[in-house]
């Protein structure tokens, strides 16, 4: 192409560009009056109101039946059309125009049961009853469940949305599309939502977590992966089991697995790059009863957890190797699960890099720049990360909620677990200013594109 019809071109563009409202304060009105609805205290109080009620009834994986039919309730009241069931207790709404460019908001609806483990993410072997051990109002009416992740204020805060995009649905420039998922902890509800289509023909997605660490109106997130990839295994390692006293006459698991172990150790130490994050852990063992019996056989198991597909797969193929080999040194045999079918396998969430400069922007105006900051990836898994895959681009951030004087909150899945509810203006503002701005700006992008094919055709 000859650069006189470049500058024409360009020209055409500017013209185009200048015809359209401006970034940030574009026609669905500027983020930063999102907030100002969002504190607004009817507002406010309704979604108090919302959160009190689901966290009184809390609902595990594939049984928010209770919190479904609140959902849906309120998008009737609020005037919006939503699919349902969606992954059987799933309910998929839409603010807009009904067609395209599609954005996604993400919120996951499920409570936790009885849970051994503090981490977020992590699923094991049930053990202690998780009661709530807050008392306020609204404490858990249901024993051995409690919304200690925070996901009751997740449902609240994009019903919060819904209500102000509905508000300015005449200046959408495209479709929102609210999906609120069941069973995020480690029963797939995203893959199982992604399969029943809730998110076909969307071209991004936001989802947050709220955040015990940092302070009200702070959120922190990153470009690239931002939550790791988790896989699990059990191992059962076979020899010939005999009495303690007459070693030689018995083929040693138990020996067999002590290898094993502390040679699955070298895996990260040895074999990933130090830059690379992994982990290997052994957290299970179980094998022989008695003073003076070598068992049978001694059953391993753990998890295994990395950024990068890459050096996912290659975890799971080397874990394999060294069971499998360490336990031929000692004449062992040994046979490895790794559990697909039982236990949900998260993949590593990555987040867009466009998506990441939209949200610092976005993020920015609503909170102030400063308060918009990078972190660190976390070693938890998060099943956004199957949306992360599935959608072209996806984006996962989180969601200050501390203030310091009311002293510091606890982690999630802690029984002692709460939500700071200042903190649900923030998330309702942050969603519904991602969804808007992003359909104004795919609008003026798609704008452009199309002016740039009408001056080919011309010329
Ligand atoms: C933090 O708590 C104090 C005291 O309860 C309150 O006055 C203040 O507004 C809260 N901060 C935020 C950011 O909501
Ligand atoms: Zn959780
Ligand atoms: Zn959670």
């Known amino acids: 192409m000859g650069s006189g019809r470049c500058v024409l071109l360009a020209l055409l563009l500017r013209l185009l560009l200048l015809s359209e409202p401006p970034a940030g304060v574009s026609a669905a009105g500027s983020s930063s009056s999102f907030l100002g609805e969002a504190k607004d205290a009817e507002v406010f109080q309704w979604m108090r109101g919302l959160r009190g009620r689901i966290h009184e009834h809390p609902e595990l994986a594939y049984e928010e039946f209770e919190t479904s039919r609140l959902i849906r309730e309120e998008l009737d009241a609020m005037g919006i059309p939503y699919k349902h069931p969606v992954a059987v207790t799933g309910v998929v709404g839409f603010v807009g125009t009904g067609g395209p460019p599609f954005v996604a908001l993400r919120a996951d609806m499920d409570a936790l049961p009885i849970q051994m483990c503090s981490l977020m993410g992590c699923r094991s072997n049930f053990v202690m009853i998780l009661q709530e051990s807050v008392e306020w109002e609204h404490k858990s009416k249901v024993s051995g469940k409690m919304h200690a992740c925070g996901h009751d204020g997740h449902v609240t805060m994009l019903l919060g949305a819904a209500k102000i995009l509905q508000r300015h649905r005449e200046d959408l420039q495209g479709t929102v599309v609210l999906v609120f998922q069941p069973a995020e902890e480690g029963a797939g509800g995203a893959k199982k939502m992604i399969e029943d289509g809730a998110v076909e023909n969307v071209e991004a997605i936001f989802g947050f977590h709220v955040d015990s660490e940092n302070p009200v109106g702070v959120v922190t997130s990153r470009p690239g992966p931002v939550m790791a990839g988790s896989g699990f295994f059990e191992a059962v390692i076979s020899g010939k089991g005999g009495h303690a006293a007459i070693p030689h006459h018995t083929i040693d698991p138990i020996m067999a697995a002590s290898n094993v172990i502390v040679s699955l150790q070298h895996l990260v130490s040895r074999e990933a790059d130090p830059l690379d994050s992994q982990v290997v852990t052994v957290s299970k063992i179980q094998g022989g009863e008695a003073f003076n019996v070598i ?87 998060e099943d956004f990360a199957f949306f992360s895959e599935a959608v072209p681009a996806a984006y996962y951030y989180f969601l200050g909620m501390k203030n310091e004087s009311q002293g510091p909150l606890k982690p999630p899945h802690s029984p002692f677990f709460r939500i700071n509810e200042e903190v649900l203006p923030y998330g309702a503002a942050l969603h519904a200013s991602l969804a808007a701005e992003y359909l104004a700006q795919a609008h003026t992008r798609s704008a452009a594109a199309q002016a740039q094919g009408q001056v080919h055709d011309e010329l």
Do not use: Y
């Not at 056989?297 to 975890?315: N, P």
């Not at 998506?355 to 938890?380: C, I, K, W, Y």
């Open 295 to 381: 068992p049978d056989s001694v059953v391993i198991g753990g998890t295994f957890r990395s950024f990068s597909r890459e050096s996912f797969a290659q975890l799971r193929q080397r874990i394999r190797e060294v069971i499998v080999g360490q336990a031929s040194v000692q004449r062992c045999t040994a046979t490895i699960d790794f559990l697909d079918d039982k236990v949900s396998h998260f993949p590593v969430t990555v987040n867009s890099e466009d998506l990441h400069q939209h949200f610092v922007e976005v993020a920015g105006d609503v909170l102030g720049s400063n308060n918009v900051r990078t972190r660190q990836p976390v070693m938890g898994s």
